[in-house]
């Protein structure tokens, strides 16, 4: 019976994608995000991790370099959305993994337990770390934030809206104080 099971899952996988539209993917992802939001707002923010795609860096001037755990900020461009969001996710108390890919996840993910996940990326690349995060923390509240501009390098994304998704806990933090 395992080998149908295997050989049904490797014929799913060579289907062919189907076309969705970004208003779906947005919609879809919205979707998820109000089934994870009610346990997601009652874990502990220091107990969190933001994982960021190491895309979202401004590859002219950034002096960020990689190593074993990631991409490592240099934290030499304020404009940076990378910039931006570690050093306000830090100040909240989230620990931050700069991604250049799913390997790195997937280790961080088997080396430690966070209480809850924020994750930015490209559809492609959320459906495929949901998919490994369900199989190697399967209780774990996720919210994901989808990029305005996807790509390999440069890419963007709404740094406000991801603040907004930080912020969620069962404490009332104002707009205005962070």
């Known amino acids: 019976m395992e080998e149908n099971v295997l050989e049904s899952d490797l014929m799913y ?26 346990g997601f ?7 969190r991790v933001l994982f960021l795609p190491h895309c979202l860096r401004k590859v002219s001037t950034c002096k960020g ?7 490592i900020c240099a934290f030499c461009n304020r404009d940076c959305p990378i910039f931006r969001l570690k050093t306000f996710a830090e100040v909240l108390g989230y620990k931050v993994l700069i991604a ?17 996940i924020v ?8 459906v495929a770390g949901l998919a490994m995060v369900r ?13 305005s501009k996807t790509g390999c ?15 969620i806990s069962q404490v009332v933090c104002p707009k205005n104080t962070l």
């Open 153 to 167: 390098a440069n890419t963007e994304v709404d740094v406000e809206r991801v603040k907004e998704v930080l912020r």
């Open 65 to 71: 370099e990689y190593n074993e755990s990631g991409f």
């Open 119 to 126: 994750a930015v990326a490209c559809y492609d690349e959320l």
């Open 100 to 116: 250049p890919g799913g390997s790195v996840i997937k280790k961080f993910l088997e080396q430690n337990v966070p209480e809850a």
């Open 13 to 38: 996988m060579k289907l062919p994608k189907q076309d969705v539209s970004e208003e779906n993917r947005s919609l879809e992802l919205e979707f998820y995000n109000s089934t994870e939001r009610r």
């Open 41 to 47: 707002e009652k874990t502990t923010i220091s107990k």
């Open 135 to 147: 199989h190697i923390r399967p209780k774990t509240p996720t919210q994901v934030i989808y990029l």
